[in-house]
């Protein structure tokens, strides 16, 4: 028989094994904005934004002083942040960008704009915003036609900052 999720679900909060508590926190903290919401000693730590009890969990308890997993291996590939707006993952990017976080990749997908780098583990991270499904791209057929076209990460910084009233901060 199949079955089909019930279209309200969501993906509720990622947990990422890490090889140093403080050094997580702080990334995803200082970087970010989250908010540490509970800390479980040394091993673990539970983030938000909004007070939400944990949009992300980080912990030490099978992996402190691990090394980064290989290329090639099985694993998460990234966890993505959606943004509400798109002057929102603007000023976000911004603060990346201002912070020296070296971006991995950007793409505009038709569906969503996004930006790519990596945490201090390695583990990939996406900051998103999606269109509206009625600007979704389709094929003849009615299919999404998602895409990997390029997308102007200083343009959408640039939009960001005018939405914030702060000076357009660009990449080097």
Not at 24 to 53: K, M
Not at 133 to 146: S, Y
């Amino acid at each position: 028989m199949s079955y089909t999720a019930d279209p309200g679900l969501r993906v509720g909060h990622v947990h990422l094994k890490v090889s140093d508590l403080d050094r997580s926190i702080a990334f995803y903290r200082d970087v970010l904005g989250l908010e540490v919401q509970q800390r479980l000693g040394s091993g673990a730590a539970f983030l938000s934004a909004g007070g939400y009890h944990h949009h992300l969990g980080l912990n030490t308890w099978q992996s402190c002083g691990g090394s980064h997993p290989p290329r090639g291996a099985t694993g998460l590939y990234h966890v993505a942040f959606l943004y509400p707006t798109r002057d929102a993952l603007g000023r976000a990017v911004a603060r990346v960008v201002d912070l020296g976080v070296p971006l991995a990749g950007a793409a505009d997908h038709g569906v969503s704009e996004a930006v790519y780098f990596d945490d201090p583990d390695g583990n990939g991270v996406e900051l998103y915003r999606d269109r509206a499904p009625e600007d979704w791209p389709r094929d003849a057929t009615g299919a999404l036609a998602m895409s990997n076209a390029p997308l102007d990460v200083d343009g959408l910084i640039s939009q960001g900052a005018r939405a914030n009233s702060l000076p357009a901060l660009t990449r080097s």
